[in-house]
């Protein structure tokens, strides 16, 4: 089954988190930490790359934090996705055999389905994981996460 790295789930609800409490202001990496249960230093990281990448905007300073770089209409899944995979290692991509039916058909067939994944991702928005976000019941958010480890992340 074709699964997100934790990387990519993690990094996803940061982005939905900030993009729904931001519209009151700044976000704190320290608050998203805490909501999520993670350690600060892990998500301080990634949030960086995530200002680097044009997705996020961060104000330096006591009273600073994070917000969407742009409209959360404007940023999609598929760009997330798209940043996170370029922090890591590329592995060299499909794995197949070097047979001719790796080569011809099983190798194809992926780089075909990803791309027909990247085209759903795409057309979905931060403004559509709101959205759902919102319409969920409010008492899922209250309650208190279970402390992350640092090495269950990295």
């Known amino acids: 089954m074709l699964r997100p790295t934790k990387k990519l789930a993690l990094v996803i609800e940061a982005i939905v988190d900030i993009a729904l409490r931001s519209e009151k202001g700044l976000v704190q990496s320290q608050h998203v930490s805490d909501r999520m249960g993670l350690p600060k230093r892990y998500l301080e990281d990634v949030i960086q ?85 919102k319409s969920i019941d409010g008492a899922a958010f209250s309650q208190r996460p279970r402390r992350i480890p640092a090495e269950a992340v990295a």
């Not at 044009?54 to 994070?66: A, S």
């Open 49 to 133: 790359q995530l200002v680097r990448a044009g997705v996020l905007k961060g104000v330096r300073g006591p009273h600073g934090g994070y917000r969407l770089a742009d409209e959360r209409r404007n940023i999609t899944v598929g760009r997330i996705i798209a940043v996170v995979e370029g922090l890591e290692e590329d592995d060299g991509g499909v794995p197949t055999s070097s047979s001719p039916l790796g080569e011809n058909l099983i190798g194809p067939f992926w780089v075909e389905l990803e791309g027909e994944l990247m085209g759903i991702l795409n057309s979905i928005t931060v403004d559509d994981l709101c959205r759902r976000a």
